[in-house]
């Protein structure tokens, strides 16, 4: 069997591994053996195959798996608008029920109710907020 012939067999088998493992490590040498086997089935003797497999692993695992792993890699969504306040506590400024009441949330006064109808929660309490219904925060008493 030809040296390209065996560099088909070790990128199919990188290529397998790299399926499996999604590292994006055996992928990218499966390529280098692709070049290489390119190398061999253009005449090229086994010391420049092996040359332009390390050169094309180094490249590939130097270069391209950083900037492809920092674009894989993004930060958690930012919550902005009335997501951003789902979970935070408030102060309740006028006692909230099943039909309203008022709320401190950080620095803003919103309207809200109860997130469990059956539920009066006085004024001074510290709720956390569950839900927002519009302008309406839905908050459950802490425990």
């Known amino acids: ?23 994006l490590a055996f992928g990218l040498v499966g390529v280098a053996a692709l070049i290489a086997a390119g190398a061999g089935f253009l005449g090229a003797p086994a010391a420049i195959q092996f040359g332009a497999f390390v050169l094309a692993s180094g490249v590939g695992l130097g270069v391209a798996r950083p900037f492809a792993l920092r674009h894989i890699r993004q930060p958690p969504m930012l919550r902005t608008g009335t997501a951003a306040l789902v979970g935070r506590p408030a102060i309740v400024l006028e006692e909230v029920g099943p039909h309203g009441g008022r709320v401190r949330i950080g620095g803003e ?35």
């Open 109 to 143: 006064v919103w309207s809200a109710r109860s997130y469990d109808e059956t539920q009066i929660i006085p004024v001074g309490q510290t709720v956390d907020v569950m839900h927002i219904e519009g302008a309406t925060a839905l908050v459950y008493p802490r425990e």
């Open 1 to 23: 069997m030809s040296t390209w012939g065996i560099w088909l067999i070790i990128a199919a088998v990188l290529g397998t591994v790299e399926v499996m493992t999604t590292t």
